[in-house]
Structure formats: C-alpha cells, structure tokens
C-alpha cells in the first residue's frame, strides 16, 4: 500500500522560468528515458517477482522512489511554465520574441494543461505502457532495469547541459546522481548471484538440448565486402563460460527458398493466385 | 546498402499447422521482444554510431541478421495458417473444435492478412517504433541490446515450450542459440572497454561537478515497515569503483512542499481558482 | 513524496485460479476504465493544481489510494495466471479443455510476463498515457474524475457478475465501493463551489462577450425526419441561470460553401490542381 | 442514415492567416478536447443506446452537428496555412521571421496533408479512438459528455485567448457558446432522471449487496503528514443520500503481504527462482 | 454541414446472434480497412481539395455515405452480441460452449461498451487517425482511395465467407456492392484526367530538373542469386509515356561508406566515442 | 536471406547542415509516407505472396532497396545534425538565432539520440506498423503499393522545395526517381495481369451471388443541395466492364430506424435503461 508526504524528495527552485526548458524536461517525465517509465516498471516487475522475496522488496522500493521523482519533475515543468504567455495581442504578435517563446514551446502546455505538467515526452506524444518490461525473470529484467537507468543518465545529463538555470542544474544533479545509483544496484543483483556467468544465457534455465548449441557463439558476419570486427566477441571463452567465441563470415543460407504456392479459393484474393 | 538471397537464413518445417501457434509466433516478429525491434535497433544505432567504427559494423551485420529471422519467422507463421478455415459453414458452427481453433486464433490473421504474418504482436497490437532504443551512447546501447536479446531468449524458450511440433521446436532452438550469442555479444563490447567498472555510471563522460554525488551510492529504502533488503547493493565498493555502497532507511524528504498559488487570469481556469 | 507499506490496501484471495478472469481483470488495471488511469490522473491534476491547496490535497492522497488499488489488483491477476500452463504436449493438444483455457487467455501472460500482471487492457492493447486528463480548471478535472470513476464501477460491476469465484467477488466489492465514494468526492467539490449553476459553463471565468451567447442555450435538432426529443434542456432556465433552453429544427446553415481554389505552385500537387 | 449540405454550419473567416494558429487550432479538431471525440462520442454512445429512445435520438442530433464542427475547423485551418511557404531559398534562410513561422509551424502541414487540416492535435500526434467513451450506461455516458465539452470550452476560450484575428474570435466564439449548451444538455439528462441522488452511484442498478458498503462513504487520507481536507466530502449525507460521509486518517493496510513463491519451471525464469 | 436521417441506410438483420461474429465485424468498422477509415479519409480530402471543385464534392458525398455505413454496421454488432452472457455462473463455468462463446468474443464487449459496437478492430486495437491519407494531390488522393476499397472489399468478401447468417450475408453483399463502386469511382478520376499516362508520376508538376531521370526507369535486382523477374515494367516504355523500363542486376553502391567521426564533447556519449 | 554492403546506395552530402532540415527529413525515415514504411510492407507483402513466384521476387527485391534507403537518409539526418547545439548557456540564451534553432528542431534529436536519425516522423511520433498493408490479395497490394509510393515522391518533392542544400536536392532527386519507377512498376503490374478492367473489382474472385449488383455501380448523391458532380463515374461502362455508371440523387434509406430495446439486468447499466 502507498502513502504520501508532502514535501518533495528533493528541492526545486527554477531561477528563469523557460517554456522551451519546460518542453525539454518533459522527455524526463513522459519519454521512455523518464520517471513514468522506470516507475510502473519497478512496480510491475514487483507484482510479478517469483523466487527470493528481497528483490520483490528492492523493486517496490525504487518503484516508490521513482514516483517521488515524476512529482518533483511534474513541479519543476509548471514552474518553469510560469512565464508563458496565455494571450496574443496585436502588437506582441509582431514580436520576434513572444514567437520565439511561442515556437519553442509545448502548445498544449498552454491550451491542455494550463501550464503543467503532462505525461507526454518532448514531442508531445504521450507515454504509452508497453515500455514497461516485466518478463518475470530477474536477469532480463535486470538488465532491462540497469538500460533504463543508463537512458535516463544520459538523458539527465544532456538536459544539463541545456540549462543555464542553476536551480534546475541542481535538481539535475540529484538526478544524475540517483541515476548513478539505480545503474549499479541493477547490476550488483546479477552480481551477487554469480555475475554474467552464472546468469547468461538469460534464462539460464532453458535447458541445454532446447538450444542448437551449434550456433550459439559465433558472430555473424553478414556483409559482402567488411572484414569481421574483431574483438572480446571472436575469440576467448564466452561470458558464460559454456563456450569459445568464433566468428562465421559470408554465411551462406541454411534455409530452403520459401514458396506458399497457390491461395486457397474463398479466402479474398485475387484469381490469378489461386 | 543491403542485398538478398532467395533461401531462408534457417530451415523451416511445421508438420501440424496450428493457427494458434501462429498467433503465439507473432510475439517474436512484431512484440516488444521480437525481431522487428532488433533489426530495427542496431540499425539505426548503427546509423548513429561515432566513435570506433568497428562498433558500427558489429550493429549492421547483427541489424542485417535480425532481419533474416523476421524472414524464417515470417515463413513460419504462414506455414502454421495453412490450416485456418476460411469459411464458415452450417454444420461447422457445432462443431467445438471449429470453436476451439477460431477462438484461439488472430481474426486478422484470416480478414486482414490472408492467412500470413503480419508485424504486430500475439495480441495483435502493431509493432511501434517507439521501441527502438538508440541514444547514441555506447554502454547505454549495448545494456539495451543485452536486454533486447535477454526478452528475446525468454519468449523464445517460452514459445518452444508452447508448441509440440518437432519443426517448430527446431527453428527455435536456432533462435535460442542466436540469441545466446547475441546477449554475450554486446556485453563484450563492455567487458571489452574496460568492464562495468570503467563503463559505469553510464554516460562516464558527465563531469564529476554535475552529479550530487552525496546521493550516488546510498540504496533508498522508501518502505514505512520493511526492512532494508541487505546485498551486493547496500556495502562495498559501487561497481563502477568510485564509492562505497551504503542504505537509507525511512527517508526524510529533501524539497518543499509544492505550492503553485492562484492560476493567471485569462488561463482558462475556473474563476475560483483566480 | 511517495511511501509504500508491505500490505497490500485489501485482502487478495482467489479460489479458484481463471486465467481468462487474470485477461478480464487486465481492463481494471490498464484499460481506460482502470486503476493506472485514475492514478496518474490525479496525480498530474495536484501537480498542476491552482488555487485552494485543499483540492490539490484531495487528488494527491485519493491518487495514492489508486495506486494502491493497481497494487492489489496486479496481484489478483497473478493468482488468476497461477493455473495457467507453460508448455504444451502431445495429448493436451487434443483436450478440449486445455484448449478452451488457451484460447480464453492472453497468451503474452504465457510468453511476455511470466503469469504476472502486465499494464494492458482486457484485449492486451497497453494503457497509454493520453488518458490523463488534467486541464488545470478544477471544474473539468472534477467531472473528468466523476466520469472515470462512473466508468470504474460499471466495469467493476460487470467483472463481478462475470466471475463466481468468492474470493474475487469480495475484492470487487471493495473496489466498486471506493468507486461509489470517489464519484461522489469529486461532484462534492463542484457542490460546495456553488454547484452547477455556479461551476457552468466551464469555464465559468470566460468573458461574456467571447461568447456568442444567441447560439449558447438552444438543442439543435440536426435530423431530417425526428421530431425534436422534448425534455429538461429543450425548456425552463438553463442549468447555470444565465439563459433559457429552447430547440431549433431542420437549422439552415450559417456559413459560406467553402472554396480554396487552385493550389500554389511548388506545393506538390498534380498540374490540374494548380 | 447521413446527409450533407454544402455549406458550412458557421461562417468562417481568417484575416490575417497565421500558419503557427493554424497547428494550435488542431487541437480542436484531433486533440482529446476536440470535435473528432464527441462527434465519434456521441455517434458510438447513440449505436449502443439501449432503454428510452429519445436519448439515443439526442445523442445522434448532436453527434451529426459535431462532425459540422469538424467541418468549418478544417476550413479554418486551411485558410490559415494560405500564408505558410512552400519553398525555401537561398536569402530567406538568413530571415528570422521565416525562421520564426517555420518553426512555430507544423512541418506537416507542408510535407503530409498540402496546407491542409489533418486528423491530429497540436503537437501533430493522431486521434486514437480509445477516446470514445462510451459504456452503454446512461448515467456514465452523460458524465463523460459533459467532461468532453467541458474540455472543448476550457480549449476554446484559451485558442480565444491565443489569436488576435477577428474572424477567428468570432468563430471560436460560436464554439464556445455550443459547448456551453452541450455541457449542459448532458447534464439536463441527469437532472430529469432524478438528479445525482437518483442516479448516484453510477450504476445505479449494481445490487446492494454486491458493494461492500462499509466502504462506501468515507474519504481516505493517505497522507502521512497532511490533516485531512474538511469539505462537503467529509461529512453530511452522501450525494447518492444513501450514506453518510466520513473520513479515515493514516489508514492501515486491510490486506495481505503479497507472495507469489517460487516460479514454475519451464516459465523461462532463472533458474535461482525456482 | 451534415444532416441525419433517422433511418439505417441498409437494411440490417441478424438471425442467429454470434459474438464472435460481433468481433469479426469489428474490423470493418474500426479496421484500417474499415468504414471509419474511409469516412474520415474523403472526409479531410475534401477539406483540403484544391483545384476542380467537383472532386470535392464526389469527396464530401461519398464521406457522408461511409458515415451511413459505419451506422448499420454498428448496429449490426449490437445484435450480433445479443447473444452474449453478462454473468457467469458455476454451471456455466464448466460448460465447453460458454468457453467456447467466451473465449471468441472481445471482452471488452462485456466489460466496456455493454453490447456495443466500438470504434476499434477486431483484436480490439482503437482505430487510429494516421490512417488517414489526405495528401493535397488529387492523384496521390484518388490511389489511396482506390486501395481502401479494394482492402475494404477484399474484408468484406472475407467476412461474407465467415457467417453463415443469411442476414448478415445480405447486409456484407450490399458492402461489397458499394466498395466495387467505389473501388472504381475514384480511379475513373484518374481516367478523366488522362488516366496512368497523364497522371504518373505522382506529382505530375515535379519539374523535370529535380528528378535525377537516369534512375527514373530501371528496376533494381538486388538479390544476389535470384534472375530478375521479367514483366511489364522491364522492359517497353514506362507508364507515364516518359522513358522505356529497364532492369538492373546485382547493382554496385553509388554512395560513401558514412562515418560519423568521434562525439562531441558535451553529448552525452561515453568517452570512449569523444 | 539479407546482406549488406557497406557502402550506401546512393551519395549523401550536406553542405550547410540543418537541424531543421533534419526534423524534416525524418518524414521521409519515420512516417507513413516514407521508406520504412515501403520497406517494411512490402516485405510482408512478399513473406504471404501465393500464386506466381515472380511477384514475390519483385516484392523482396524492392524492399531490400527500400532498406538501403532509409540507411542514406538515416545518414543524411546525422549530417544535418552536426550543426545543432549540444549545450546553451547563458549569452547565447539572448541569441535570436539560437533560438530559432532550438525552437525549430526536434528536441529528441539531441535529448534521445544524441544527433542522429529515430524511427520517427517529422512530428517525433514513432512509426507504427499497422501502417504496413498487406492483405495477400495481390491486387490491393499494388495498388497500396502505388499509393505509397506516390506518397513518398509528393513528399521528397515538397522535400526538394524545402531546402537549398544541393547536397540535399541531389539525394532528394534520386529518390524522386526511384519513386517514379516504383509507382509504375507496382501499377505495371495490374497492366500485365489484363488491366482494370480484369483486376477490377478488387478482389475479383469474389462470386457474383455475393454481391447485390444493384448496387455496385451508381454513385450516390448524399448532399442535399448540390447536384450530383457529372464524370466518368456517372455514366459510361464501368473500369470493370462488368456494368454501366449511373448516379442517385438524394437517396431514401433501405433499412429500419435501429433500435436495441431495453437493457438486459446485470449489464451494468442505470435501472431507468431497463
């Protein structure tokens, strides 16, 4: 069960309100790099975890964190929406910087949401759910978990260099520093249970005969004229210690030439196919 | 620029069409964790890729791969539709079986598509591009890859456990062992700059200045009555070497409370509100 | 910011695991109608909240109850799904009541979330964030609430009656009477505000003379052969006192035929267009 | 059955064609504020209307003089990109006003549709028809009419706001005044079937004893902090005047700690979680 | 503006109700083949239709017609789901035919429409917007035209084939009927214009001078061990009249290898790519 | 099977590189009018071809170059990118022309994929699969095909207008020609399998007896007040050859008044509906 106190995690002070800087922020909320995102994850991933209940426990807990996280960010988009323009008069209409505001801006910040936050990214198109990944196996979703976080660091980062708003420098490097953390906290999971070569291939349950073990560690080279880049990837044992790395170059096919032959009558084609 | 040749990457063979099974495969061309996504994410990484080109090289041939699995799948789900009805009749509308394999199978699979594969997923929700993750960062890219094919490992051994036929199990051992290789791949491309230590925290280009880096290493534990969840996460080192590991248990918050005060005339609000 | 305690808000219990009840349940969670709606709702209409902090209050903390309500709900799901199979054999194929089950299912409950609950709706189709209403007019966002939380119960009801397993009957209980509470809540608000006739139209801050108020108060009766259909708004004191309603029948157009004429050059359009 | 009349319900005008007022006028039309909704709204809620037909009737009159709304906007918006440039040369990319009207415009509008409307909101994302709400239950139905044109009003006063053109603040005040009478038309609905007593809670048929009603009044605060909101919410009798209304400070968990256990095998998990 | 009458504009009867057939239908209203597609389609063709006014026209006719057709349509799904339960019960649960009745239907036409048409497709999927090809040239427009209705005949045609309702059978042949109409209405646009040879390529007012016609004719063989397949359109002269068809086999690059270089700094790369 | 080469199919130089110009080009990449769009359908158009080989040939061929198109114009994008800021600070935050820049790109161009091309529209808005049609009928297929592809060369020629970079124009023109080749080969293909006037009506294996030819060919007249347009459509031999075009002036419905009577109980509908 969730609660709520009313502070935020983290203080948010905007120096120079931006419209523009509003837009931008909003990829941090609603883009796939952003809070919603790592939020409902953790959450769903949470409802689903089978097997040791403490990982159950660390992802609701982050799931928690993160929601703090849209709420903060959710504030700092209104204030920086504080000095949008809600009206155009004739004269203003001339002024090449009301139309530089008005051009930069998230038009639905003003016609929308009156000046607040949406759960929508920088664009403007609104978060939508399937990016939340919960397999239901703690290595997958791991490492799904450790890619958000490294999304959303870099994400943080580039927003920081896009300010020159020193409140919003600040409440960035919280960001940037939580982030840091997730990355890791993600990864030390894997770690602690035997690091990459215990837990590759994911999942390491499937047994070994459902796999035509044949294939399973050559890089593919599939170009007609590049040489194969070597690398950790061609040679030595692989990551999870079952086999040697080597690399197949102009693979010919192993497969037939696909033919369906004729369309069947009734089934809404045209009659020279059938 | 990308060429073809007319046989299929693998060999495929299904000996009893099963519509539903073909339903169930469509999850592996146009889901979250199929192929399309793949192809489409180290394609277009690789369209973005700076730095040492081989990066760049390993992502096209690997794009150009994932390609060819859309194709065999593809020639799978058409060949498991050969036994969908096309018409209905009288006497058939009793027969629970009939029932049986039309419930159970995509609709669409009969009205939209002929009896092939379309690009969406095994609830028939169309693949969108959204899902192509692709930020130009390097660690971020590969974690994102790593995870992509870790999805991909989990359906596919989930799919060969959903099906009896022997055809089908064949193709997706293939799968799977590609997939074990594609997992390990993008890793050694981590392992290979120096591991997590030298990649972490991603992107390991932020200055040092921009990150709070009294929040970068402590796990949060946001729960009113659960205990820490104790592990690799909550002492020693931080993965990436440049702290220490520790917790926080029942956090205070750190920001006021959010106070946005009387909305602007003319914004549209109710005037109560003015 | 947000806290979680390890509880769930109401008590789970399935008898009976259904896992095409685990597919219906999905429209509670992720559909338009469900519990992730409502939460994010609320919670970007307090982040955008003006005016008296009461109701800024009140949408914060109902938002956490919601997300409270996705928690215990997610985990219904996953009791549904834990009579659900994972693989399928030779002579399961041919029982009719495997297939039954099968066919009833999502099958990405199977092969996407390892039988736990996923952020979709009862077709599978994800939430998507467009459904957060928030406009930042109290009075807008109080009836968008009634009207999510009139779609909640009529959903809740309909799933009652849909399954009878007592477990699922008794959580469902639950949760259509925090429905009957949270409609009212919010039409409470527009009560103590004056009511109707005080909150409409909305918004009540809009100038008289932006509106063109001979057009504001009569039913237009747009059908060539239907009489008018008499009732409270074809006559009496419209519901904000500002005007009288009335009916207008078989309404000439007001406007002009519209015309763009040719197209421009260079705009890429055929010859004849131009 | 529909028909058509050549000319426009409302007299269009524009004179001054502003490019940038014509992607914020597409709000109007494919935003979730704008006419496509209601008229796809009402149009669906009219095809499923079950009980006394004359609200079925009213439904499709004002669903028919939607998609006239739909019709002069489109106008509108096209006579607005009139201005907008087709070509780009040499000179006028050194031209800050160029520069300001194509950034401040949907590039769409020139590459896609021709300087034309299309079926998008402002930031250009499609209409998706998940937004037709419609439930087969009256009583929410009217509720999600009247929240649809409380958005559209909320939209229209602040386009009203956002342009200085007299022809289009003539138009939009034609709108403004039509949604005034819709909001209220619903509403009037609800006012004839006995007010919100009688058709509180929505549905208003669920059985008594499928609610567990010791539930059903009280406001939850779920705040750790914050005193609970006194208002009409927190006591007297209930709108639906079948209950009183309490509130519940600091509320406990009523349910269980979730725990699913151990993963089944072949679930493709890893093996730690079996 | 648009008018209604109160009258379906065909004929709907429905003898045997199916619910799975009422999903089925689905498709031809929600379905990017389906009717709200094409009505919405013509419908912003209109609106934006420059040049010869009575394209127009025939546009705005034949939309108003696509709107009857999404009506009897949507009927038709309302008595096809006459047949559907609303309450399950513990005799029933154990009945193969309620399974089998259950497990055909979308449940959100027990869940969220009450019995209803939805303005969605047959795996439930909302119809989105962007379905809608409105270009600005008439030629693109009317190739667009022509394709939805042969989708939409070949729908039609497949659905006739899936009932053996004679009702519905009759209502499908008019379907097919209109579509042949239709199919042919607009590409005899085409040929009043001049037909193929004056119309291609689309636009026919790209000046000569931004095409690079050496590449304008030949088809590109680009299999490595396929025969190009020889036809119309390798040999003769073109279509538009304008060149003479070709074949290129086994084609060589004409572009660079790309490189990127190395990241800025500052772009939130690792500093490996810097 | 699919290779690669690694150089690109066609040059790319930008001479002054234009982050403007690259949100612009990403239509051309990510939205229906563009190349994965072609690409990807006609794919799976060839993964579901029947009947005659060489059609399936043809359509895998084309799409493999359509492949190597999106990897030019990918690299075409990064280019233009090169001159966009990755950082703002404080003087140039009062610089009109950074301003412009900034208000005139894509803010995912520098936030999510760190200056290179996404898999999106010139709006942001990912592609969506179900934008790729392939119905297995081979008729419909060319003609969609056509239809792209008249889509793609009006946008590459509005493209061409958009900019004056001759690197620009140059790529832009070879794709304005292998855009004249595609529609033609698609539609040579109708030509060769007797024209029209055999392919038509789409699908033309449907039976005459499931047609109600009364119907099939005159062209109704919906509108009220105008005349019927007078064409090729209105009289003459149906493009079929199987009738003769006539037209219906104010047409009378065929079907009843709907009507779906009263609400079952336990439909979750209010009492008065009952």
Redesign the interface.
């Known amino acids: ?12 002070r905007v120096d120079k309100p931006s419209p ?1 800087f509003a ?2 922020l909003q ?1 941090a909320i ?4 952003g809070e ?1 995102r790592v939020a ?1 994850q953790y ?2 991933q949470a ?9 159950r ?2 992802l ?6 993160e ?2 996280h ?3 960010l ?2 700092a988009v ?2 920086n929406l504080e000095g949008a323009p ?5 004269e203003a ?1 001339k002024d ?2 009301v ?2 505001i ?3 801006m ?3 910040h ?31 979703d791991m ?2 978990n ?2 958000a976080e ?2 959303g ?3 943080a ?8 708003d020193a409140g919003m ?2 409440m ?3 960001l ?6 997730h ?3 993600w ?3 894997i ?3 035997g690091g ?1 070569q215990a ?8 047994p070994q005969e ?17 040489p194969t ?5 061609t040679s030595g044992p ?3 210690g079952r086999g040697t ?1 080597s690399a197949r170059d102009k ?1 010919e ?22």
Do not use: C
């Not at 809600?86 to 004739?90: F, K, P």
């Open positions: 069960m969730f609660h709520h106190s009313s502070k935020l995690q983290y203080q948010v523009a837009k931008y990829q609603g883009g796939v790099e919603i409902m959450f769903f409802m689903g975890a089978r097997g040791d209940s403490k990982y426990d660390m609701m807990m982050t799931a928690t964190e929601l703090s849209i709420e903060f959710g504030h209104a204030l809600v009206e155009v008069q004739d209409a090449p910087i139309h530089a008005l051009g930069g998230n038009p639905r003003i016609l929308s949401s009156g000046l607040s936050a949406m759960p929508v990214n920088s664009n403007g198109v609104p978060f939508d759910m399937s990016h939340v990944y919960a397999t239901g196996n703690l290595g997958a490492l799904a450790a890619t490294a999304g660091r870099v994400l980062s580039r927003l920081y260099n896009m300010t020159d420098k600040d960035l490097s919280f940037i520093a939580r982030d840091t953390m990355q890791q906290q990864l030390a999971v770690e602690e249970l990459m837990q590759l291939p994911i999942p390491n349950s499937t459902h796999e035509a073990t044949e294939h399973s560690y050559y890089f593919l080279n599939t170009s007609l004229d590049e880049p070597q690398g950790r990837w692989s990551l999870d790395f693979p096919p192993l497969g037939q030439k696909p033919d369906l032959g004729k369309a069947k009558p009734k089934s809404g084609t045209q009659t020279e196919q059938q």
